[in-house]
């Protein structure tokens, strides 16, 4: 195993205790979006797709990686509208890096073997306008793109014009709320569901954007 899927791998522990934690422990802010866009649903083949179009804005992502052990519950655990908590038969990893090479994340998807049902992305940055602020937006935008639908600006769910100002306004929820959590849920875009949530591992923040059909 190489070094940068045994970071990929180290910082995936991680992501299903964040997620666990936010998603039974804030409540969510939901918008319905009646409009379907695509009828064509996201397979794992999208990966590709996603790892050509980040490279272009200078974030590189490594091949995915099969996880095949009891540790698949870590990685690609979600939980669905009735906030039970489901699991996968298969399941992928890959690892974020930026421009200098650091780890910033990790993008999952899982479902069965002929298909996924859910893909995450978790990187680590600060809540705060920087650097790290261009990356979460990139990756998520991209995420959005090509598993979702190309039709953010068109559409504007929850009178959003832009994912970035979806992000800023979790953004500045969350830096002007006193809990360590925050989620924020939009519907029914091309008939999928986008799960953005923010939480403090004590040292930095972490930034989770789920997708599920």
Not at 140 to 169: H, N, R, Y
Request: hydrophobic share 40%; proline share 2%; glycine share 6%.
């Amino acid at each position: 195993m190489n070094k940068t899927v045994l970071i990929s791998i180290l910082i995936g522990f991680g992501i299903a205790g964040s997620i666990l934690f936010i998603l039974i422990s804030e409540p969510s802010l939901e918008y319905n979006v009646s409009n379907l866009v695509y009828e064509i649903d996201f397979t794992f083949n999208d990966v590709e797709k996603i790892q050509e179009s980040l490279a272009e804005q200078n974030i590189f992502m490594s091949s995915p990686v099969t996880i095949t052990d009891h540790t698949i519950d870590q990685y690609c655990i979600y939980f669905d509208s009735t906030n039970t908590q489901r699991t996968v038969e298969y399941c992928t990893t890959a690892a974020l890096l930026n421009s200098d090479g650091k780890t910033i994340g990790n993008l999952n998807m899982g479902g069965t073997t002929d298909s996924p049902i859910m893909a995450l992305a978790i990187i680590d940055a600060s809540p705060f306008l920087n650097s790290n602020d261009d990356e979460v937006n990139i990756v998520f935008q991209t995420m959005v793109e090509i598993l979702v639908c190309d039709c953010w600006e068109v559409l504007q769910p929850g009178g959003f014009e832009s994912i970035k100002s979806w992000l800023d306004a979790a953004e500045e929820k969350y830096t002007e709320s006193s809990q360590t959590t925050l989620k924020s849920e939009i519907s029914g875009l091309d008939n999928k569901r986008l799960i953005l949530e923010i939480t403090s591992t004590g040292e930095s923040y972490l930034w989770t954007l789920i997708i599920l059909k």
